[in-house]
């Protein structure tokens, strides 16, 4: 599969446009998964509900599953969080895989940046940023910069490096 980053700081237009990128590419025909990195504790169940309760048990896995859709919950109970490669061996194979954070994974990226954050670029520093998506200009940034809301530039961008054009 295809692997393609955006990463940024808080506040950049990261989920943004992760969401639009998705519709874009998702509309051209081609298959997309996410993956989305978290930096703090998350639930995707509810307290009181059966999976919940299955997991607060002991539970290492539950899985929910209906007509609709399915998901399976993996506890690490004191392990190691896994790393993008293998989360990425979890997924069923797609045309491309967005990559929401995992900035220090090894992988090409994208940097999504807005003037209020007041942050130095990630893509002065390396990383493997390729090219960012900013609401200004950067003269000391010598990658490809593009206007954060120009989705279908971006994607067009993002489908040319990992070669799906």
Not at 29 to 38: E, M, N, W
């Amino acid at each position: 599969m295809k692997v393609f980053g955006i990463v940024g700081w808080k506040n950049s237009g990261k989920t943004g446009l992760m969401e639009r990128l998705v519709r874009e590419i998702s509309s051209r025909g081609f298959s997309v998964s996410t993956i989305k990195h978290a930096h703090h504790t998350f639930d995707i169940d509810q307290e009181g509900k059966d999976s919940f309760r299955h997991r607060m048990a002991g539970a290492q896995e539950v899985l929910l599953s209906s007509q609709n859709k399915w998901a399976l919950i993996h506890e690490l109970r004191n392990k190691c969080e896994p790393d993008l490669k293998s989360l990425l061996q979890k997924l069923s194979l797609v045309d491309l895989v967005l990559v929401e954070g995992y900035k220090y994974e090894s992988y090409p990226k994208l940097e999504a940046y807005r003037t209020e954050n007041k942050r130095v670029p990630f893509a002065l520093t390396g990383n493997e940023i390729i090219a960012m998506a900013s609401d200004t200009t950067h003269p000391d940034v010598n990658l490809p910069i593009f206007d954060l809301n120009k989705t279908s530039e971006i994607a067009t961008f993002i489908l040319a490096k990992v070669e799906l054009l």
